[in-house]
């Protein structure tokens, strides 16, 4: 283990990679538990897939990626709040729609370019995809979503459990939908490079429908949902190192294991109380 402490304080890109995943592992967990309340968590999927086409189309351009898939995202995120609140097109069908035809534009930019060779790194991620500047940029967004999930914690609550009393009371609950929609657009951008498209809406879905099974306040899955998801992360990070499979899919698969122990956990718990 020390080894493997030592590899990854010595190597640079191991370090920006661990940097860049701590904190994109917290957004996502914070984010998490008001999206899967809300019913929302696939959209973390459906940006992802919006992602991949913008990142794909700016690397055949030869445009700046995280210049072009920052805007491009967010909104795309807006477009789904408006899409699925003022239409008959609703929820999970407005997110189908957005993001198979992001994925296919994606993939049609990458084959006709002749840059298949890159495909695999944009759907599942590569540590070795992360640069300098990503880590600049991915740092500053990140700090950004984390500074702005605390300050209007108690407004995301609100509107997470009753979004009709907090209208009743004043809240302006569309603005912070869209508060929301903007944080997880900035985290799924960001997550994307190491996690890839396929993958990053684990990080959103899995901590906190984990927390969820041992703990019933916000307050204490928000806060299970940020340790687990750090915890997993540097573990699949680990695990992607020893055994050289791929980042992103050693995470995942923590994750998985992560969900069944506090599963098991959660029915134990149940059954004392009965």
Request: glycine share 8%; charged share 10%.
């Amino acid at each position: 283990m020390a080894d493997v402490i030592s590899a990854f304080l010595n190597t640079p890109i191991l370090m920006r990679a661990l940097l860049v995943g701590i904190l994109v592992s917290l957004c996502a967990a914070l984010l998490g538990v008001s999206l899967v309340l809300k019913r929302y968590s696939m959209i973390g999927d459906g940006l992802s897939h919006v992602g991949f086409g913008a990142l794909a189309i700016a690397a055949v351009m030869n445009w700046a990626p995280m210049a072009v898939a920052v805007p491009v995202v967010i909104a795309a995120a807006f477009l789904l709040l408006r899409i699925s609140s003022s239409s008959r097109i609703k929820g999970d069908s407005a997110i189908a729609l957005i993001s198979t035809g992001a994925l296919a534009l994606g993939v049609m930019a990458v084959s006709v370019s002749g840059m298949n060779s890159d495909l695999d790194s944009y759907l599942f991620g590569s540590i070795l995809a992360i640069s300098e500047g990503d880590v600049v940029i991915s740092v500053v967004l990140a700090v950004l979503v984390l500074v702005l999930f605390v300050f209007f914690y108690n407004k995301i609550f609100a509107i997470t459990f009753d979004e009709n009393f907090a209208k009743a009371t004043g809240t302006r609950a569309g603005m912070y939908n869209m508060l929301i929609a903007l944080l997880t657009a900035l985290t799924i951008v960001i997550g994307m490079r190491m996690m890839g498209s396929m993958l990053i809406s684990s990080l959103i879905i899995f901590p906190a429908l984990c927390s969820m099974r041992v703990f019933k306040s916000f307050r204490s899955v928000t806060v299970c949902s940020a340790i687990i998801s750090v915890v997993t992360f540097i573990a699949g990070m680990v695990i992607s190192y020893e055994a050289g499979t791929p980042s992103g899919a050693s995470i995942v698969c923590v994750n998985i294991v992560c969900f069944a122990v506090f599963s098991a956990i959660g029915a134990i718990i149940r059954r004392n109380r009965a």
